[in-house]
């Protein structure tokens, strides 16, 4: 069974950094993608950060140069640090994963969710 567990949430003012962290496991999976979305209150689900397996990284324009994506493939953990955190950036941060099977079948799955709060 597969797993996300993201950590390191939490209230912080405009201006400073948060790390969120994601664990993904599973056995006799691979993980191909690890992604970050948020989602604030009355707004869609959106894409944060992505760094797929092949090598490259993709952000959002409005965290372009103050939010990183970094990977661990051999532990399967994806790390989103996140500089200069302003109010609009307060929204439940998730992790996103597309697992391959060893039998070469694709699965979505989503963590949980952990909540950033950024006070003005």
């Known amino acids: 069974q597969v797993q996300l567990m993201e950590s390191g949430g939490g209230l912080v003012q405009a201006g400073g950094s948060l790390r969120l962290s994601c664990a993904a496991s599973g056995s006799g999976v691979s993980f191909n993608v690890l992604e970050w979305y948020r989602q604030a209150p009355g707004k869609q689900r959106e894409l944060v950060a992505s760094m797929p397996s092949g090598g490259g990284t993709n952000y959002a324009d409005s965290v372009k140069g103050r939010f990183t994506i970094s990977r661990d493939n051999a532990k399967n953990t994806v790390t989103l640090q996140m500089n200069i955190l302003k109010p609009e950036d307060t929204a439940v941060y998730y992790c996103?994963?597309?697992?391959?099977?060893?039998?070469?079948?694709?699965?979505?799955?989503w963590g949980q969710g952990t909540q950033v709060t950024v006070s003005s």
């Open positions: 996103y994963a597309i697992v391959r099977t060893s039998a070469g079948r694709l699965f979505q799955y």
